[in-house]
């Protein structure tokens, strides 16, 4: 993906889908740092939330095994809708396992 190709994604295809209050989080993709893009998503009255940076030396080598690794196919439109993925997705793994990763990855 390029900034143009993403701009054009979030101009024709996502900034139409939002209301006032979603959130569209973002990993830190230079692509993602649009201001085009941003202007039309505060235009539906949403706002941007990057993901903080991470380096690749302290993520962990793998994810869970591949039929508990999560999925989000569904548009979440709410902070309480983004609470609630979390939460299911949070039941779909073991604790010792998010517990090694937030630790790996330097979130403790």
């Excluded at 996502?14 to 230079?30: C, F, H, K, R, Y």
Aim: hydrophobic share 40%.
């Amino acid at each position: 993906m390029n900034r143009a190709i993403f701009e054009a994604y979030v101009e024709t295809q996502l900034a139409p889908t939002l209301s006032p209050g979603d959130v569209v989080i973002l990993d830190n993709l230079a692509a993602h740092k649009s201001s085009r893009a941003e202007a039309a998503i505060k235009a539906r009255g949403a706002w941007m939330l990057f993901l903080p940076p991470y380096s690749p030396d302290s993520t962990p080598s793998k994810w869970p095994s591949p039929s508990s690794r999560p999925t989000c196919a569904r548009a979440i439109r709410t902070i309480d809708g983004l609470w609630r993925e979390i939460a299911d997705i949070c039941q779909l793994l073991d604790p010792m396992e998010c517990r090694n990763y937030f630790n790996a990855a330097g979130y403790t």
